[in-house]
């Protein structure tokens, strides 16, 4: 995010559009009406220029403002990393009641782990304050490169399959964005792109009882017809319309729908009247006029998106292994444990609860087995490639990852050696839902592992599973 003045406008062939009008937002709860959200004062910051937050960031500069956050930017002072501090006001929040918006978007963030979405480091918190620290962004708003000039068609392309890859990504998940604009669409120092601002996305748990959203939020400009109708939207369709009328401003330089009066334009949006400018190629036209398609039904999908011609030159999908994830774990290789490292897996000096437990599987959970560790990531393995939806990927020697049926969550198995050929594999959810990593493990994965292996404890138990971190 970065510092704008308002009256920003685009070139001149387009009707003149501010960026506080870009910036309004529109929302609705079952309880209220449609209202503009305006602006609050800005958040106050208890840490000024060059000063410490935590002792862990040295807080610099003003990046940008919003609504109801303003974002610094920061340098971990123990690795030197630049980051963005975004701080929010818990009064403000509370007030303006989007402070269930707000846990919403940390639970959101954490489970998504993509190239092209600014990630979240960690959050931290005072009695009065929240504070999201993010990946840097060092090239700003793709909004401040578009204002300067439209793109080629190429360098167009090339921003969209970024943006496409991370919304497939988050659609495949259950999260849709639901306010995709360039405001949103951050550059790294690369010029790769970056998708930001998760506070108006929703997650398929929050779907009406016909499978519908009916929240209306987003920003004028760029808002789909369907949510205008005021029926009901399926979260993935009016993304897709969003990403359309991205792509017509990157190539256009201006929006395909304007209007000086609110109403006219909404108009032009709920009946599709747009015109492509003469260097628009054909190919472009017609991928446009399925994108900004005002009947969700027919509208193109991302996986139609995926084949499309136009999109395919050059397209370079991520897969899972591509992803990044973060596992904390402390090498690559098989750890040998000793005594101290047996000890150190119980919060007390009551050992028993390592072998056996009462308790329910929650974020993880311990077996004592027979065999070699090599043998036992290869049982891992092989159990979680024969649960559908179970994506699966090799950590050399030391364990597997896992990603749940559409990324519901996120869990690591990694197995330690002990004497007597015998091996702990300790499991943990990461990310995400709690009941789907259950449901998976305790169900369909841990079965199979137990009755693969000859699985043993000090008084001969089978199998017995142990909560990790209990005693």
């Known amino acids: 995010m970065s510092k704008k003045k308002s009256g920003i406008t685009f ?3 387009s009707l003149r559009l501010t960026r506080s009008y870009q910036l309004s937002r529109i929302l609705l709860s079952n309880e209220s009406s449609v209202a503009a959200v305006k602006p609050m004062p800005e958040v106050d910051h208890a840490a000024g220029e060059n000063t410490s937050l935590f002792g862990k960031y040295e807080v610099g500069r003003l990046l940008g403002c919003g609504a109801f956050a303003k974002v610094y930017h920061a340098r971990n002072i123990e690795t030197g990393q630049s980051v963005a501090v975004k701080v929010l006001s818990k009064k403000k929040l509370t007030a303006s009641g989007l402070a269930s918006n707000v846990k919403r978007e940390i639970a959101i963030m954490r489970r998504l782990h993509h ?3 600014v990630k979240l480091h960690e959050i931290l918190a005072t009695k009065t304050k929240i504070y999201f620290v993010l990946e840097y962004a060092k090239g700003g708003e793709l909004f401040a490169r578009i204002s300067k000039g439209r793109f080629s068609e190429d360098l167009a392309r090339r921003y969209f399959q970024q943006l ?15 306010d995709l604009k360039p405001e949103n669409l951050l550059l790294d120092e690369n010029g790769i792109l970056k998708v930001s601002d998760f506070g108006l996305s929703a997650v398929k748990e929050q779907l009406g009882v016909d499978g519908l959203f009916h929240t209306l939020c987003g920003t004028p400009a760029y808002v789909a017809p369907e949510i205008l109708a005021k029926k009901g939207y399926h979260g993935a369709k009016v993304d897709v319309w969003s990403c359309g009328i991205i792509l017509f401003v990157l190539v256009a330089g201006y929006l395909p729908f304007n209007d000086p009066n609110l109403m006219v334009m909404y108009k032009k949006i709920y009946k599709g009247d747009f015109r492509c400018p003469r260097w628009f190629s054909m190919d472009l036209r017609r991928f446009l006029a399925r994108l900004l398609d005002t009947n969700p039904d027919t509208r193109i999908t991302v996986d139609e998106i995926l084949r499309e011609p136009w999109f395919k030159k050059g397209y370079k999908e991520v897969k899972f292994g591509d992803l990044g994830l973060e596992w904390k774990s402390e090498g690559e290789e098989v750890k040998d444990l000793n ?20 308790f329910e599987v929650e974020d993880g959970e311990r077996l004592l087995l027979k065999g070699s560790p090599e043998k036992v990531v290869e049982k891992v393995v092989a159990a979680a490639e024969t649960v559908e939806g179970v994506v699966v990927r090799r950590r ?3 364990g597997v990852e896992l990603e749940g049926c559409a990324g519901n969550f996120a869990a690591l198995v990694e197995v330690y050696r002990l004497p007597g050929e015998l091996v702990v594999v300790e ?3 990461r990310e995400g839902e709690g009941g789907a990593f259950r449901d998976v493990w305790r169900n369909k994965l841990r079965p199979q592992l137990c009755a693969a292996s000859s699985s043993t404890t000090t008084s001969d138990r089978q199998g017995q599973p142990v909560a990790a971190g209990e005693s």
């Open 115 to 117: 190239p092209n979405i």
């Open 427 to 429: 499991v943990r959810r």
């Open 339 to 358: 005594a101290f490292d047996i000890i150190s897996f119980s919060s007390g000096l009551n050992l028993s609860g390592l072998f056996h437990s009462s």
């Open 164 to 178: 496409i890859s991370a919304v497939g990504y988050c659609h495949a998940r259950g999260v849709f964005h639901r």
């Open 396 to 398: 050399k020697e030391c």
């Open 11 to 13: 070139p001149p062939s």
